[in-house]
Protein backbone atom coordinates (compact mmCIF):
# COMPACT_ATOMS: atom_id res chain seq x y z
CA UNK A 1 0.00 0.00 0.00
CA UNK A 2 1.24 3.41 -0.80
CA UNK A 3 1.98 5.92 1.66
CA UNK A 4 -0.81 9.01 1.39
CA UNK A 5 2.35 11.50 1.46
CA UNK A 6 2.89 10.18 -2.28
CA UNK A 7 -0.80 11.25 -3.62
CA UNK A 8 -0.44 14.38 -2.36
CA UNK A 9 2.84 15.52 -5.12
CA UNK A 10 1.12 15.94 -8.25
CA UNK A 11 -1.73 17.49 -6.18
CA UNK A 12 0.88 20.02 -4.87
CA UNK A 13 2.64 20.05 -7.77
CA UNK A 14 -0.25 21.04 -9.71
CA UNK A 15 -1.19 23.85 -7.20
CA UNK A 16 1.66 25.11 -7.71
CA UNK A 17 1.75 25.24 -10.89
CA UNK A 18 -1.71 26.77 -11.36
CA UNK A 19 -0.61 29.57 -8.51
CA UNK A 20 2.87 30.79 -11.17
CA UNK A 21 0.23 30.74 -14.10
CA UNK A 22 -2.18 33.19 -12.37
CA UNK A 23 0.91 35.40 -11.32
CA UNK A 24 1.99 35.04 -14.35
CA UNK A 25 -0.79 35.76 -15.60
CA UNK A 26 -1.64 39.27 -13.28
CA UNK A 27 1.91 40.17 -14.13
CA UNK A 28 1.49 39.73 -18.05
CA UNK A 29 -1.51 42.10 -17.18
CA UNK A 30 0.47 44.91 -14.91
CA UNK A 31 3.27 44.93 -17.58
CA UNK A 32 0.77 45.78 -20.83
CA UNK A 33 -1.74 47.95 -18.48
CA UNK A 34 -2.13 51.66 -19.53
CA UNK A 35 -3.33 52.56 -16.15
CA UNK A 36 -0.41 51.70 -14.50
CA UNK A 37 2.37 54.19 -14.10
CA UNK A 38 5.73 52.82 -15.47
CA UNK A 39 7.30 51.56 -12.39
CA UNK A 40 4.35 49.48 -11.45
CA UNK A 41 4.12 48.13 -15.25
CA UNK A 42 8.20 47.57 -14.84
CA UNK A 43 7.53 45.30 -11.89
CA UNK A 44 5.55 43.29 -13.77
CA UNK A 45 8.41 43.11 -15.97
CA UNK A 46 10.41 41.75 -13.36
CA UNK A 47 8.22 38.92 -12.41
CA UNK A 48 8.44 37.92 -15.92
CA UNK A 49 12.00 37.69 -16.07
CA UNK A 50 12.16 36.17 -12.89
CA UNK A 51 9.92 33.18 -13.79
CA UNK A 52 11.94 33.28 -16.98
CA UNK A 53 14.77 32.48 -14.57
CA UNK A 54 13.43 30.39 -12.02
CA UNK A 55 11.59 27.81 -14.04
CA UNK A 56 14.83 26.35 -15.36
CA UNK A 57 16.90 26.82 -12.43
CA UNK A 58 13.65 25.13 -10.60
CA UNK A 59 13.92 22.47 -12.89
CA UNK A 60 17.90 21.52 -13.27
CA UNK A 61 19.46 22.71 -10.38
CA UNK A 62 20.53 21.03 -7.26
CA UNK A 63 17.84 20.98 -4.17
CA UNK A 64 19.54 22.73 -1.82
CA UNK A 65 19.70 26.24 -3.62
CA UNK A 66 15.85 26.04 -3.99
CA UNK A 67 14.52 27.51 -0.63
CA UNK A 68 16.70 30.74 -1.75
CA UNK A 69 15.56 30.91 -4.74
CA UNK A 70 11.44 30.40 -3.39
CA UNK A 71 12.19 33.20 -0.36
CA UNK A 72 12.91 35.25 -3.78
CA UNK A 73 10.27 33.73 -6.11
CA UNK A 74 7.01 33.98 -3.15
CA UNK A 75 9.04 38.05 -2.08
CA UNK A 76 8.48 39.62 -6.09
CA UNK A 77 5.44 37.78 -6.21
CA UNK A 78 4.07 39.50 -3.54
CA UNK A 79 5.25 42.76 -4.40
CA UNK A 80 4.26 41.95 -8.12
CA UNK A 81 0.14 40.96 -7.15
CA UNK A 82 0.38 44.11 -4.42
CA UNK A 83 0.72 46.38 -7.20
CA UNK A 84 -1.30 44.41 -9.81
CA UNK A 85 -4.32 46.72 -8.75
CA UNK A 86 -2.92 49.80 -9.81
CA UNK A 87 -3.36 47.59 -13.79
CA UNK A 88 -7.80 47.57 -12.92
CA UNK A 89 -7.94 51.44 -11.05
CA UNK A 90 -11.68 50.94 -11.71
CA UNK A 91 -11.79 47.67 -9.03
CA UNK A 92 -8.94 49.24 -7.10
CA UNK A 93 -11.60 52.02 -6.22
CA UNK A 94 -14.77 50.22 -5.32
CA UNK A 95 -15.45 50.37 -1.90
CA UNK A 96 -17.33 47.51 0.14
CA UNK A 97 -20.62 49.10 1.83
CA UNK A 98 -20.42 50.81 5.02
Same mark, same amino acid.
Given at each position: ???? =?????? &???? @???? *? +? ?5 ? %? ?7 ? =?????? &???? @???? *? +? ?5 ? %? ?40
Amino acid at each position: MACP =AHRDGP &RGAG @LFSI *L +LWLWTAN %AWRLWHSGA =APPWAR &RQGL @LWLA *L +LGMYLPC %AMFQDASLIPMVNMLLFFVAGVTMGLARQAWPEVAEVRPPP
